[in-house]
């Protein structure tokens, strides 16, 4: 498949060379297990974000250990190791979801901006207002407003209304595209197992964010390896 991208550089990275891009995209993509999914995402993402004449680089935040999959915190040691390379726009990117076309901006005309406002799964509608999940464009200064996500929640549900929480904290806007644009299809997958406590962490969400985040994550140097469509972040939660 890297064949097909020669405009991509090792590292998953572009830069465009006819403009001069006002954001340095940095795409995070939490990830284990789902070979499959990262290919097929792959391959669709690449063209649209050249076609978009963006300067971009891709992030796919392995969770190397065995633990409970913690997505919030895959995306904070994401979102600082992409920053040490100057990123200034960050998009957090579920492996399953497959933008449907081009119109959808990747460049963080807003922020926060959520992406996938209408995904087949839902029949192409919001199904809350308030929703924050699957695709989301951050510029650093409202993501570090909200001291980025939740490290707590572990395994499927909470941390994304979690995060929309603190947005809503914070006295932000979610900025979204009409449905026509924000159109995803999400990969069949087998769900990971339920967050049986999700309820009770997001009873104190509202507060909790400014002592749990970015300003309280604690974790290893993790492993970097360029390949040519992205850079591998291999991290132990």
């Known amino acids: 498949m890297e064949f097909r991208f020669i405009w991509v550089q090792t590292g998953g990275h572009y830069t465009p060379t006819r403009c001069k891009p006002r954001e340095r995209v940095a795409i995070l993509i939490p990830f284990r297990n789902r070979n499959n999914h990262l290919r097929i995402l792959l391959n669709n993402l690449h063209p649209i974000l050249y076609r978009q004449q963006l300067e971009y680089s891709i992030y796919v935040l392995k969770q190397a250990d065995e ?56 029949n192409y509608k919001l199904p809350y207002k308030e929703l924050l999940g699957g695709v989301a464009a951050w510029k650093t200064r409202e993501f570090e407003q909200v001291n980025g996500w939740s490290n707590l929640f572990v395994n499927w549900g909470g941390e994304d209304d979690d ?23 999400m990969l069949e997958h087998r769900r990971t197992p339920v967050n049986t406590a999700r309820h009770s962490q997001l009873k ?29 972040v291999s991290i132990n939660t």
């Open 163 to 185: 995060l929309s929480y603190r947005t809503i904290a914070n006295k932000l806007s979610i900025f979204r595209f009409r449905n026509s644009v924000a159109r995803y299809t």
């Open 67 to 122: 633990k409970p999959f913690n997505r919030g915190k895959l995306f904070n040691i994401g979102y600082l190791e992409a920053k040490k390379d100057n990123h200034t726009c960050f998009v957090f990117h579920d492996v399953d979801l497959i933008p449907e076309n081009d119109h959808i901006l990747y460049g963080c005309v807003r922020s926060p901006m959520h992406l996938s406002r209408a995904v087949n799964t839902f």
């Open 204 to 232: 104190d969400s509202y507060t909790r964010y400014k002592i749990d985040g970015l300003s309280s994550l604690v974790y290893q140097s993790p492993k970097i390896q360029r390949y040519q469509l992205f850079t591998m």
